[in-house]
């Protein structure tokens, strides 16, 4: 059986992972990959073909799709997804079977985009979504229904039929190495590398879509090697972890596997404040671990409760500073708009800002509150937002999904997201200008993320946004 796995192309180059979507350097479709590398083990003829590199125009699809029985297209939400749907419905024309892979997999989005979009037969829902993919494709294969295979929405007698999500593995050994597959890109193409290392997390964050998911972990010897394959191309590599620091053993497996390797590459992950220590950064260091994502989202404790994030303001400048005491560049995540943010809880924002120094960076952004999450739930109680469809999703980048708290007007809010996001303009250069940001970037990337952080604050895109 043949098939296409498909990551589009976006107008500007964007990631697509199931716990990362958005804008970013071009690189490499890691989740995509994956799955392609699985169905290829499993003696389907499966293709990887990432449009951002090849550039092939909705014209050319056609011809692309000659002689595919299956397309399995990554689909991003946020501001691409009418447009990455056009290979489906190409296939579709075809009569070659079309499967959509969407992330944010957002509670009822898929569903949604099943009814809307006629020509996709099944959207994948989490999780282990390459073991879905493959259970689906070995049934189309054989003829056969798709009646009782977990994590689909399907079509059955002009019906869409969700069947939920599917049970977690124990861990994501079954993924192997994708090597093999990612050999078969363009990869000198690619300004950053990108690896899975791990899904699900089980703290419970209000607002995250993955709260109280197993944790599972890949064979630290596969991520090495894609790592290595990827640091002869790039100089940087994102893991893409929701949790890393909360499997030690796992970190300490990791980093001697990149150290028996002798890979000359940096790289960064994701962490909890409250689980970063001295001991395994210093570790990772060793290994190339050179920036750190530090997810604080709030240093208001009234905030930190109402979001259930489990950590303290103090917490969170421990970790800061134990992060950049093992050389390592912190990234710090703070979110505004939560229904409890308020004139005090920014000024508590400026106040921890006002702690942080070059090299650090800040990205800040407006809460997006996600259909399912108690935080949504939140918003709706105090008639914040009204019910959120896939076309306010789609339109998030434009048209803002929060616009008020409980206690700041639109007008109040759009102040202190300006002053916020103003605050960190200083620090970010500053950083993206220091000698150890561009000993890891190189100092061109340094320059053009400065001027691309400089054109965002000077078109100031919330005031856009928010149509003041
Ligand atoms: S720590 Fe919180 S925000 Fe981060 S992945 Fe876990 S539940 Fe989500």
């Not at 964007?14 to 994956?34: D, H, N, S, T």
């Not at 977690?168 to 000198?188: F, N, R, Y």
């Not at 950049?324 to 000024?347: H, N, T, V």
Request: aromatic fraction near 8%; charged fraction near 25%; glycine fraction near 8%.
């Amino acid at each position: 059986m043949r098939v296409l796995v498909f990551n589009p192309a976006g107008k500007e180059s964007c990631i697509r992972e199931e716990c990362c979507v958005g804008g970013y350097p071009l690189a490499p479709p890691a989740q995509a990959a994956l799955a392609a590398q699985y169905l290829h083990d499993r003696g389907f003829d499966a293709t990887l073909i990432d449009n951002q590199t090849k550039g092939i125009p909705e014209a050319g699809f056609t011809r692309l799709l000659e002689g595919s029985d299956a397309v399995v297209a990554w689909v991003g939400l946020y501001g691409t997804l009418y447009s990455d749907v056009a290979i489906l419905k190409a296939a579709k024309a075809r009569g070659v079977s079309t499967l959509m892979v969407l992330n944010d997999p957002i509670e009822t989005l898929e569903r949604e985009a099943m009814e809307r979009f006629p020509y996709i037969d099944v959207a994948v829902r989490l999780f282990e979504r390459e073991m879905t993919i493959a259970e689906v494709l070995g049934r189309l294969k054989a003829g056969k229904g798709l009646a009782g295979i977990r994590g689909i929405v399907y079509r059955k007698e002009g019906k869409v039929i969700d069947t939920g999500t599917r049970p977690p593995e124990k861990d994501l050994h079954h993924l192997g190495s994708s090597v093999e597959t990612l050999q078969t890109l363009d990869l000198k193409r690619y300004k950053e590398g990108l690896v899975v290392s791990g899904r699900g997390c089980p703290f419970l964050c209000a607002f995250c879509l993955f709260q109280g998911t197993v944790q599972r972990t890949r064979k630290p010897a596969d991520v090495a090697d894609e790592m290595a394959l990827l640091s002869e191309h790039t100089r940087f590599s994102y893991v893409l972890d929701l949790n890393m620091f909360h499997v030690k053993p796992f970190i300490g497996e990791l980093v001697k596997e990149l150290s028996a390797r002798k890979i000359d590459h940096f790289w960064k992950t994701d962490a909890r404040v409250n689980e970063v220590d001295d001991a395994t950064l210093r570790s990772m260091v060793k290994a190339g671990l050179a920036e750190l994502i530090l997810g604080v989202e709030s240093v208001s404790p009234e905030v930190i409760k109402a979001i259930r994030k489990g950590i303290t303001p103090q917490l969170a400048l421990d970790a800061y500073r134990t992060t950049k005491r093992a050389g390592i560049i912190p990234y710090i995540e703070l979110m505004f708009g939560f229904p409890w943010d308020s004139q005090r809880s920014a000024r508590e924002s400026m106040a921890f800002f006002s702690k942080l120094k070059a090299p650090t960076i800040v990205g800040t952004s407006v809460l997006r509150p996600l259909v399912g999450t108690l935080v949504y739930a939140a918003c709706r109680k105090h008639r914040l937002i009204p019910e959120l469809q896939l076309d306010d999703y789609v339109h998030a980048l434009e048209r803002p999904l929060i616009t008020r708290t409980i206690s700041l007007d639109r007008r109040a809010l759009l102040r202190q997201v300006r002053l916020l996001g103003a605050r960190t303009l200083t620090l970010n250069a500053q950083t993206r200008l220091s000698g150890r940001y561009q000993e890891i970037h190189g100092r061109a990337d340094g320059r053009e993320r400065l001027d691309e952080s400089v054109r965002y604050l000077k078109g100031f895109a919330y005031q856009k946004m928010f149509g003041a």
